[in-house]
């Protein structure tokens, strides 16, 4: 199982990105899908994660600007970002419980891509 990650890149501050994250592989199916980012010399954080059936829950830094969203048929989970600040800078991640088989799941993680507010 692979999780592609992209749509990162440099915006002003107040601008909006929108990242994307597919899945691919020996996949059953998705559960709960979702964006985490980290910051140089930080933790990582959750931004947000969407259930199968399309339950969202947000982290604080994300409640307002971002919104989560994913397409069951693609194996795809997205991010729309608006109203971006500088300390939104970081590597977003992406994150998949994949069922290869139809009981269990497994965490698996997209490459991260990276998300620059700046003017």
């Known amino acids: 199982v692979q999780l592609q990650a992209s749509g990162g890149g440099l915006v002003q501050p107040g601008g909006s990105l929108r990242l994307s994250c597919a899945a691919s592989g020996s996949i059953i199916s998705i559960n709960r899908m979702g964006w985490y980012r980290q910051a140089p010399g930080k933790q990582r954080e959750l931004v947000a994660i969407i259930t199968s059936s399309g339950v969202t829950s947000y982290g604080d830094s994300a409640k307002g600007r971002f919104t989560i969203s994913r397409d069951n048929a693609k194996n795809a989970v997205y991010l729309q970002m608006i109203s971006l600040k500088p300390e939104d800078t970081a590597v977003y991640y992406c994150?998949?419980?994949?069922?290869?088989?139809?009981?269990?799941?497994?965490?698996?993680w997209g490459q991260g891509t990276l998300v620059t507010v700046s003017s």
């Open positions: 994150e998949a419980d994949v069922s290869k088989n139809g009981v269990t799941d497994d965490p698996y």
